[in-house]
């Protein structure tokens, strides 16, 4: 490995030594501003025009073409953007083109100095996009892609790359579940049909690996959504994002362009419920005491708490103990640094990035953190006339320290501390309190945060990536190349859990003493290191050729992939305390296991694509793909698609007729793909499967693992197979100011893992096997608008986006029902996978008289603030079977995005917003109940129920009086049941919104630089929303008293807000 970064090394260094030479830039030839070359009368006769082009941003764009209209004569901007060219008379026409952006036409006149701002065209239809194994212009695309470029990425400052695409692409589902430090725990999904395929520079990775990128180093992103994602076969079937990283470029003069950004960033929790205080604890508590004892508690003598005792904190003689400030900081930093190194000449191009960023995490003892450092080289060599190679280097090294223990669990206990009990014993700093009649399961939480007592974990992931390709003209034949791949990426994450033993203590005031509590003896500790690492070989021809009106694209391409993971655990008890496995007993508790597996594909994958004077398109694609995941009889598949395009645009009748349409096209897709991340890593086998579980059972002092049988085999189980359908259009006005798609699609899928739910007698000694028979549907459309203009010095635009989706099963294996209403009621086969079924509120009481007069039976603890059910079927009784659908849960119906800016010399700026409609959600038990879970503390916004104006008062004395309130009174979960305690998610969030300041070229030309751009920004910055109390992108429990996964999700690390100062500076 080091000889080859020697080599890289020196490639460098001899570039920018070799003389600077003019490099031909799509046919144009740079030459500096003094060499324009122009005949000899123009520039005896003409006069000269200089002038400066810039982007958006203020920035000077180089390579841009500059041409006088109705000649060839022109020239092409400097490094800076800078031109200098001479026009034969004042009525000449300048024409400015660059990929990417809209051309423009100024007429000279009586200037002399013309400078130029070019706005991009997201819609340019010369713009290439990156599909499958090729690249395609806009124009003749005939699938449906969406494209996402670079400044649209970096301009939200996230450490998540995936959370700075949000809302920016139809059809694309983006949810950050948690900004823990290290966690990169962010949802994607395209069209609600789950994780797609992420491939990067053509080599298949996880969405890990695209997460921890550096936002510098990519270039675009393309998103295949139908039939296009079938060229890459297995595991294409939830669609595929497509990435390409940026190339080196070829800079007029072979210059260098040093790119360095860097920025800063204050987080906050987005939203964090708030716990109550020891006065309004103490309240809640005796109003839920009053519940525990209902009508049989006669005279209320013995309160929970005492009018004195809760006297006692509310003049200040005792003290309240907000847990959560003590735990948490309100705001942590984060920093963000990228350097770029870009450039090269017609024999060499050269890309390099290097970033390093830092998150700390909101934990007050400062031990939750991480950092990552990212490493991205590209070359590109031009070796002969024939002959071009490019190695593409990359590294990601992440590394995560957090307290031990720490997880979904730390924010759950720390709101539900009781808010009398103290942080330390007798309150000395010395003795962490450890009383655990007043903590949340015994545990304090500022020891369990801080890892000089409990321990710590650390993480250390390194992802590393080399891939060289080289591709050779075959001569003879226009437009035939060859073209080899070969990329090998090593993964080895590395795992510490160092578990502490520690001690809490008890206050004694009589004898003035602390008795010490030991917690998490004895100590020990676990290490995991895994080796992972895959190889991807990619052989294959590739032809592209003009025939006069008739264009023809076409490859076919061998591949190969292997996966292979080694990873090895190890477990130890500890006799000292200390970090090392070597410190633990060498019998009886130690215990190593480990995981080995891999796994491989081939295939073959053909391409044509063919297109009439751009006018009628036609594309063909497939695939043969096997896996080693199946029996040798069903390994492979073959899955094809087809698609089709009508520029409707460039038609005579169109063109001749309806002039401001400057696009129209027609389009539809077929695609059929597959699937097999749902299967184990080899084909089912009879036998056994040994345990996993790395400790074992100890029979005396002898530690004996075991195994179970594993379920009866199936040999024709294989993967299950996704077709796709899409029709859509795609339209331009007024010479693309205003653009747009709409696109309507429907996937199937068939042959889903199921296991039968036949019961077996157990003396057949397995389970049943796994077998292809379910099957369900996506469909659904999108709809994306955007209009870019100029008005004076001023450019804006403003975008948006909506899709909508659902989703259902057409065919399930299911138990079958036992009666009518149990088939009404369970069934799932024919329909929508999001109903929520359950008791529909009919009224919240409001007197004694509502109660007593209410005309069905009413439990005889129901008060003034309950909610009563509605009787669904009209039977005379509340109970099960009045449950039918109330609401849609899981994935929004509607999700949408809006983006609009501008520019006005130096100043730009750009809000993104996003957001979803049509989603319901039902969160865990600490945002619906006041005190779940007993004696625990709670939330402040449960203080707004029923309850006696009298604390004293008989709560079930018809006379007594009520104050009303939003919640039940304290002991009633009314808000937990029925639609009543089902809130509508939907919401608008300013995901991003950026100022900017570029500083004119006539202040930087003094000190030597090209860019100086600084900016302010925010991330989650505005939220509108009818959701209650907590955020609507917080993950919830999927229907009314589920627990588990989802419940769990919701204690995780909050999202953050975000905002950032930086600056850019490029020379």
Known sequence: MSKIYMFLLISLVWSSMAPAQAAPVWGITATAPSEIRQPAEIRQQGREITGKVTEEGGSGLPGVSVL????????????DGHFKIVVPSNESVL??????????????????????SLVADVTNLGEVVVTGYSTQKRATLTGSVSVIENKDIVRTKNENVLNA???????????????????????????????????????VRDKDFFARMSSEEIESVSVLKDGSAAVYGLRSANGVVVVTTKKGVVNPGGKVDVTLNSSVSWQQFLYVPKSVGAVDYMTLRNEQNWQDFGKNYVVRTNPMFTDAQIEEYRNGTKKSYDWFDQVFKKTTPQNQTDL??????????????????????????????????NMRTNIDAQINKRLSARISLGAIMVDTHQPNGTGWTTYKLTWLTRPDAPFYANDNPEYPNGDSQLLNEGANMIVQTDADYVGYNITKDRKYNGTLTLEYEIPGVEGLSAKGVYDYSPSLPDFTSYKRAYELYRYNPDADTYSPIARNTPSDITRSI???????????????????????SSFLIYEERYNSWDGFNAYRRLLVDSEYLSAGESEGQQATSGDLYDRATRSLIGSVNYDFKGKYLLDFKFRRDGSSRFPAANRYGFFPSISAGWRLSEEGFIKNNFAFLSNLKLRASYGEMADDSEFSNYPPARGFNLNGNEYGWIYGSV????????PITNPDLTWYAA???????????????????????????????????????????????EINYNSDRNFGYEIALRYDNTFKDIKYYVGGQLSATKSMRTRWLETPAGNSYDRWRNRTSGRYNDIWWGNESQTQLTSYDQIQNYGLPLGQNTLPGDWVLNDWNGDGVINDSDQHPIASIGRPVFNYGISLGGAWKGLDLALDFQGAWGVYVQYAEVLTEALPFGGQNTLDYFMDRWHPVDPNADYFNPSTQWVSGYYPVTGHDGRRTGTNGVQNASYMRLKTAQLGYSLPDAWLSRIGMKNLRFYVSGYNLLTFTGLKNTDPERPASAMPGVT????????????????????????
């Not at 395209?190 to 994780?195: A, F, V, Y």
């Not at 070989?537 to 009106?549: I, P, T």
């Not at 100011?737 to 000694?765: E, F, H, Q, W």
């Open 1044 to 1067: 588990g996964a989802a419940t769990v999700e919701f204690y995780n690390y909050p999202v953050n807000k975000s905002y950032t100062i930086g600056a850019t500076v490029k020379f």
């Open 703 to 710: 530690l004996t693992g075991g195994v179970s049988p594993s």
């Open 68 to 79: 006088i209209e109705g000649t060839s004569d022109g020239t092409v901007t400097d490094n």
């Open 340 to 373: 770029t190194v870009n450039g090269g000449n017609e024999k060499i191009r050269y890309f390099f990035n290097l970033g390093y960023s830092k998150q700390d995490g909101s934990y007050k003892s400062g031990d939750y953190y991480s950092s990552r450092w």
């Open 530 to 552: 895994n080796l992972q690492y895959s190889t991807n070989m990619q052989l294959g021809l590739h032809y592209n050729h003009s025939f006069g009106d008739h264009n023809v």
């Open 95 to 116: 024409i400015f083109s660059f990929i990417g952006y809209v051309t423009q036409k100024v007429t000279v006149a009586n200037l002399s100095v013309v400078d130029v």
């Open 165 to 203: 695409m949000t809302g920016k692409l139809p059809g694309v589902r983006i949810v950050q579940k948690s900004a823990a430090p290290g966690a990169y725990d962010t949802q994607i999904d395209i069209r609600g049909m789950g994780d797609p395929l992420f491939v990067i520079d053509g080599i």
């Open 723 to 769: 077709k796709t359908y899409n029709a859509g259009i795609d339209f331009g006005l007024l010479d693309q100011k205003l653009s747009g798609s709409i696109d309507v699609y429907k996937r199937d899928r068939t042959g889903l893992k199921a296991v039968s739910n036949v019961v077996i007698p157990g003396t057949v000694g397995a389970t049943l096997p």
